[in-house]
């Protein structure tokens, strides 16, 4: 599982590369990156703690703010962190990061704790 820690507010990224895994079905295409093609949308949402049933950040790719497209043929994105984040410092905030294939299937590309410190600079 990923761990990943910054300050509320701040212009935070995480990076990913999707691949067929070696166990994917379609032998052809095992170890090669999934284009955007492929994918009808992707989602990154985090929630307070694991036991809540809403996540207070939901982040897809529908819109290049929050997760946009680096290389589309080579399956390659990044997730942008808002500053929405603001207000919401702790530990271990549960994150997961999403796919959803053109035939309506879902693949877990990431999991893992998001850790947002709080800054002790207001600008507000």
């Known amino acids: ?30 170890g090669l990156p999934i284009p955007r093609s492929a994918l009808s949308e992707v989602y990154f949402w985090v929630k307070t703690l694991a036991t809540d049933t809403t996540a207070w950040l939901k982040l897809d790719d529908t819109s290049p ?35 959803k294939l053109t035939d309506g299937s879902f693949i877990t590309v990431d999991t893992g704790y998001i850790n947002i410190l709080e800054s002790i600079v207001d600008v507000g």
């Open 65 to 99: 703010t929050k997760i946009v497209w680096l290389d589309e043929t080579n399956g390659r994105f990044r997730v942008l962190f808002p500053s929405s984040t603001e207000g919401h410092t702790g530990d271990r905030q549960p994150f997961e990061c999403r796919v």
């Open 1 to 30: 599982m990923a761990e990943y820690t910054f300050y509320e507010g701040e212009a935070f990224k995480i990076d990913y590369s999707l691949t067929y895994s070696p166990n994917w079905s379609d032998s052809s295409k095992r």
